[in-house]
């Protein structure tokens, strides 16, 4: 008998004591000792969200300047034009500087049209755009259905269309100047390195 009172005693205490360390939990706050035993282990996937992506850094004057200018070598459009450029689609495995990619093409067209064929929609007019027909201002990943949508509602005449593309390691570049109201392409380059 003294063998079993004593193996209920002692069950009876590490009961007591379960039931104290539980009540210490429930009321401390999440700070307490208690509760780092009992801690969830961070998910596989907060730590591959932590993980940057590789960004691609490409000299965007360099690239494009030769194709602003067989750009704005084509014939049959008429002086004024409205433009919108679309923010570069980025479609590779990586980062691209998608912004300053677009950014310098804007700028760059400017530079080198004296010819005044275009007149560029601005960024403040195409993000107000945007808001009205529910895109989101910061879309690289606009289809070219959304880009001819929204230059329609802009009533330009025309929109060139980037898109990146490939490995981050080797990407290139598709550029498209569209007819908006048909969506005839009425000048391209295709498969432009831009690791070179």
């Known amino acids: 008998m003294g ?17 104290k360390i539980l009540a210490k939990i429930s009321t ?24 940057p992506k590789k960004t691609k850094t490409i000299d965007w004057t360099t690239k494009l300047s030769p194709l602003v200018h067989q750009l704005l070598s084509v014939r049959g459009i008429n002086k004024g034009s409205m433009l919108v450029i679309n923010t570069m689609k980025n479609a590779t495995n990586g980062s691209v500087q998608t912004r300053k990619a677009t950014s310098t093409l804007v700028h760059l067209i400017k530079a080198v049209d004296t010819d005044n064929k275009f007149h560029i929609v601005k960024i403040d007019q195409l993000n107000a755009a945007r808001r009205m027909l529910g895109l989101s201002v910061d879309d690289s990943l606009e289809s070219r259905g959304k880009a001819i949508e929204l230059a329609r509602y802009l009533s330009a005449q025309y929109l060139l269309y980037s898109v990146i593309f490939g490995d981050i390691k080797n990407p290139k570049l598709n550029l498209q100047l569209m007819l908006v109201q048909s969506g005839e392409i009425v000048w391209y380059c295709n498969n432009v390195l831009l690791d070179q």
């Open 28 to 51: 401390k706050s999440f700070s307490s000792p208690y509760f780092i035993l009992i801690q969830e282990k961070p998910s596989i996937t907060n730590k591959l969200m932590n993980i």
């Open 3 to 19: 063998k079993k009172t004593s193996i209920i005693f002692i069950i009876t205490v590490l009961i007591s004591f379960a039931f």
